[in-house]
């Protein structure tokens, strides 16, 4: 029986997965799409950290290193087939800034996907192939609020790092299977409720995005060490 749950649960994921791309749904799209009022910043893949960091410090009306700390931004990206906003979070810390104080700990509140240049996935520190990459992240969001995992889920966010020699096309699926979990999860908690996601008006979405935000946030590893081979930096 459980084996025959399992499977079915599977299934189920997997269908949520594969039609998101065509999916009519607005309110999934708005569950991830940014429009806030901050810096629109096309992320590119191929360039050196710091390079990226120095094209944010000239977008930013203040100086990141001088603050040690976050800078939000929104990237162009296509969400559920529109053009949209990801929400993206770059981390100016003492590996990217010398002012900068050495960080001794660090909550780890974070699910870390890693991707090198031959399109390897660890997620978790598990190496995964992209179409169970969502999988991986289900079981992830519905520990959160147990022993070792964040406690609530505006604690919580997505640690994306790349070899700036990966494959952009492969590193757009990671970024799409990621936030496609996020949205997908939400749906199932919705339903399991009697709710249909797509039923619900303006308000009752936002309230879903603060209760369930889709945070991103690529920077460097602080305490843990990098496990895969073929990354440059």
Not at 37 to 64: H, M, V
Request: hydrophobic share 35%.
């Amino acid at each position: 029986m459980r084996k025959m749950h399992t499977i079915i649960y599977t299934t189920f994921l997997f269908l949520l997965s594969s039609c998101s791309q065509s999916n009519d749904c607005k309110n999934r799209f708005d569950l991830i799409h940014s429009n806030d009022s901050i810096p629109n910043f096309a992320i590119n893949y191929s360039e050196s950290t710091e390079t990226t960091l120095a094209r944010l410090n000239q977008i930013a009306d203040f100086d990141p290193c001088e603050r040690c700390g976050w800078v939000q931004i929104k990237s162009p990206f296509v969400i559920e087939g529109k053009n949209g906003f990801l929400p993206v979070t770059f981390h100016f810390d003492y590996m990217n800034c010398p002012n900068c104080p050495i960080v001794c700990t660090w909550e780890r509140n974070y699910f870390e996907i890693l991707v090198n240049a031959k399109s390897q996935i660890l997620a978790e520190q598990e190496f995964v192939v992209l179409d169970s990459l969502h999988i991986k992240i289900d079981e992830y969001l519905k520990n959160i609020g147990t022993n070792y995992y964040p406690q609530n889920y505006t604690d919580f966010f997505y640690y994306l790092k790349w070899d700036r020699n990966v494959d952009s096309l492969f590193l757009n699926e990671v970024f799409t299977k990621t936030y496609s979990a996020h949205i997908n999860f939400i749906e199932r908690k919705k339903l399991d409720e009697g709710i249909d996601l797509c039923s619900l008006n303006n308000a009752e979405i936002k309230e879903l995005k603060s209760k369930y935000p889709f945070r991103l946030i690529i920077a460097k590893p602080v305490m843990f060490p990098l496990p895969m081979p073929q990354f440059s930096y």
